[in-house]
Structure formats: C-alpha cells, structure tokens
C-alpha cells in the first residue's frame, strides 16, 4: 500500500509548500516592512535538483499537493524549469501543483508558465485602489498585477484564486469590492486575517479584521451560500454567492478560528529547513542531511520523524506566544 505521511496526531499530511526565495520585489507592509532582510547566500539556498530529489522523496510519501511559493517565488531564475520538473511527479501520484505569486511577471510570463505543467496560480492582491494597493505593498503597480490576472485567464491557469490580506485601516472597506471583483471576473477571492508573521513584529490584535466581520461586509452587498458542509483540511471557508452569479469567496481565519486540527501542511524554505507549522519555532535541515550524503531511506526516516514533531496547534491566542522569528516571506506563505 502507498505510504502516507502521518504526524503524531493522526494528521495526514498532503501538502507541501516550498519557497524557492527569499527574495521579494514588494515591501507589503505587514510581512516586509522593515527595509531589505538578509537573504539566505546562494550557497544555503537549494539548488532545482535539489528542490526536485526533495519534493520526489515527499510524493513518495504521500504529498499529493505541491504550491511553490516565496518570497516572489517568479525571482527564481527560469521557474519555469522547476516547474516542469515537478510536473513529472504527477506520473508518481501528485495531483495538484500550483503557485502563489504577486502577479509582477504575469504579463509577459503566464502562458510559459502554463506549458512548463503548472495547473493552478493564486496572485495576491491586497487593494483594487491604486494609492492604498501601494501603500500596502510598497510599489505603484496595481494596473500590472491586473494585467497579470487577466494573463493568467488567458493562459488557463484557472481556476484563479485571489489572495487580499485584510488588514483594519487600510483595506477592509472593499472586502465587498473584492466579492463584486470575484464576480465580475469569474475568480475565487480568498480573504485572509492578518497574521503575527511580520518582520517588524507590529502585529497587533486591533489590526486583525475577523473572518465573522468579512463574512458580514460581503453580505451587506452579496448574500453567500457555504460550498462545503464541512471544511476539511481546506484553510478557507468557501462561499458561492446566493443569486448564482461567477466566482467564488473563501475566508481564511486562522487568527479568530483556527484549523490545525485538520493541517495536512508542511513547509520547505528555500534554504532547506523543513517547518511543521507556519509558526513553529523550531526548524529541521533537510538540506543538511541530503548535502551529507544520506542515502533516500535515511532522507525518508528524517521527514517522517520530522512530520511526528508537528504541533498540535498554533499558540496565536495563547497569552505567551511568541511569534516566529522569521517573517512570511522567508517561511513561504
Ligand atoms: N510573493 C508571493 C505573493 O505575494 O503571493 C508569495 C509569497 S507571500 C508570503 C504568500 C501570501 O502570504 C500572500 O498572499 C501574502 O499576502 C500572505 N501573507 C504574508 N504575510 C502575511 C501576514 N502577516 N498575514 C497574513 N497573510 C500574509
């Protein structure tokens, strides 16, 4: 029987996130705000062979889902190459690879990625106001990253999700914008609370707007009906909209209802380290131990011992938490 792996809770773990860079050429506020971090030499960062023996290694053990991620994961020379890799281990039961993206390069680069074998994207974008989108995100490219929206329908890459982080006092009197955008266009629009995962560590609990305030703004405008009965290991509760018009809206609330008993998530930074949860403290280096030469049983032994170690839950809530130390862009988000 296939292997599947399982952490100590009885969690299955189906999905893997990699980050290809730390790097970033947005400054969103509320994961990067303070000036350039101190990206990983090239020498720790794992090399695409090495990103490829991992991710084959964890299909074997059961990964069915892969999304690479960032940093600006499209800063990665030739992604493309990656991408068409990992596309191979579809022949080896992964079933789903996909990418989040700021939409920066989409432009001029959806389609190639569409060939490469990439099935899905999401693309973050936090404003549809050209003044608050660059106060969010540090850069004046609202009309670009539109452009690489409708690039990425063009190219099929669908269906496309939309990422908008809502944060009190810059954005969330358009969540109701957004649900008329996911409308208009035919996409799914996720919302997602404002997490501790800053790198000026200025989150603050007054800055979250809860998935229950979300859910009612869209409401006052659109009346929605739950997708599914039960969520499943799904982060977002899914909505369609009552009168059956496109689209789709999904709210991601991990601060005021958390999921973890239903994680099947698992993270590999760009630098190798294997993260159990997106606010672990600790990580594990997978990069060291294929650098020393293990052999692909020993590799494996490494992960599922790792996998045991995973949290039962994150400690957002509790009053002694502490937030990690890295920031989004560095965990990939
Ligand atoms: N650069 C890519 C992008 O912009 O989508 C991929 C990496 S980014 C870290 C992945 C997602 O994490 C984005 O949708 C971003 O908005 C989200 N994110 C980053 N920091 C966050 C925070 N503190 N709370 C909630 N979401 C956050």
Same mark, same amino acid.
């Given at each position: 029987?296939?292997?599947?792996?399982?952490?100590?809770?009885?969690?299955?773990?189906?999905?893997?996130?990699?980050?290809?860079?730390?790097?970033?050429?947005?400054?969103?506020?509320?994961?990067?705000?303070?000036?350039?971090?101190?990206?990983?030499?090239?020498?720790?960062?794992?090399?695409?062979?090495?990103?490829?023996?991992?991710?084959?290694?964890?299909?074997?053990?059961?990964?069915?889902?892969?999304?690479?991620?960032?940093?600006?994961?499209?800063?990665?020379?030739?992604?493309?190459?990656?991408?068409?890799?990992?596309?191979?281990?579809?022949?080896?039961?992964?079933?789903?690879?996909?990418?989040?993206?700021?939409?920066?390069?989409?432009?001029?680069?959806?389609?190639?990625?569409?060939?490469?074998?990439?099935?899905?994207?999401?693309?973050?974008?936090?404003?549809?106001?050209?003044?608050?989108?660059?106060?969010?995100?540090?850069?004046?490219?609202?009309?670009?990253?539109?452009?690489?929206?409708?690039?990425?329908?063009?190219?099929?890459?669908?269906?496309?999700?939309?990422?908008?982080?809502?944060?009190?006092?810059?954005?969330?009197?358009?969540?109701?914008?957004?649900?008329?955008?996911?409308?208009?266009?035919?996409?799914?629009?996720?919302?997602?609370?404002?997490?501790?995962?800053?790198?000026?560590?200025?989150?603050?609990?007054?800055?979250?707007?809860?998935?229950?305030? *979300?859910?009612?703004?869209?409401?006052?405008?659109?009346?929605?009906?739950?997708?599914?009965?039960?969520?499943?290991?799904?982060?977002?509760?899914?909505?369609?909209?009552?009168?059956?018009?496109?689209?789709?809206?999904?709210?991601?609330?991990?601060?005021?209802?958390?999921?973890?008993?239903?994680?099947?998530? *698992?993270?590999?930074?760009?630098?190798?380290?294997?993260?159990?949860?997106?606010?672990?403290?600790?990580?594990?280096?997978?990069?060291?131990?294929?650098?020393?030469?293990?052999?692909?049983?020993?590799?494996?032994?490494? *992960?599922?011992?790792?996998?045991?170690?995973?949290?039962?839950?994150?400690?957002?809530?509790?009053?002694?938490?502490?937030?990690?130390?890295?920031?989004?862009?560095?965990?990939?988000?």
């Amino acid at each position: 029987m296939a292997r599947i792996l399982t952490d100590s809770h009885n969690r299955a773990i189906r999905d893997l996130r990699v980050s290809l860079t730390d790097r970033c050429n947005f400054r969103c506020f509320y994961c990067l705000p303070h000036g350039e971090p101190p990206i990983a030499p090239k020498e720790q960062m794992l090399s695409y062979e090495e990103i490829e023996y991992a991710c084959d290694v964890f299909v074997e053990l059961g990964i069915q889902k892969i999304r690479l991620t960032g940093g600006e994961p499209m800063m990665r020379r030739d992604i493309e190459q990656i991408i068409y890799k990992l596309a191979q281990l579809k022949d080896r039961g992964l079933e789903d690879l996909a990418l989040t993206t700021n939409g920066y390069f989409l432009p001029h680069r959806a389609e190639s990625l569409k060939q490469a074998g990439l099935d899905r994207i999401t693309i973050s974008l936090d404003s549809l106001k050209r003044d608050v989108f660059k106060q969010m995100t540090g850069v004046d490219v609202l009309e670009r990253v539109l452009e690489g929206i409708q690039a990425a329908k063009e190219a099929g890459l669908e269906p496309i999700k939309i990422n908008a982080v809502i944060v009190r006092g810059h954005n969330e009197d358009e969540v109701a914008d957004f649900a008329a955008f996911a409308r208009e266009h035919d996409v799914k629009m996720r919302f997602i609370e404002f997490m501790p995962l800053d790198s000026g560590h200025d989150w603050s609990r007054e800055d979250v707007v809860s998935g229950r305030e *979300i859910r009612e703004r869209i409401e006052e405008r659109f009346p929605l009906v739950p997708v599914d009965e039960v969520r499943g290991s799904n982060t977002s509760s899914r909505f369609r909209f009552a009168d059956g018009a496109p689209g789709e809206v999904g709210i991601i609330a991990p601060v005021t209802e958390a999921f973890c008993g239903a994680c099947s998530r *698992i993270r590999l930074t760009s630098d190798g380290q294997i993260r159990t949860c997106l606010f672990s403290t600790v990580e594990y280096s997978l990069r060291d131990v294929m650098r020393d030469g293990a052999s692909r049983q020993e590799i494996i032994d490494f *992960i599922e011992g790792v996998v045991m170690k995973k949290e039962p839950r994150h400690f957002i809530n509790d009053p002694d938490f502490v937030a990690p130390s890295r920031s989004m862009s560095f965990i990939g988000g």
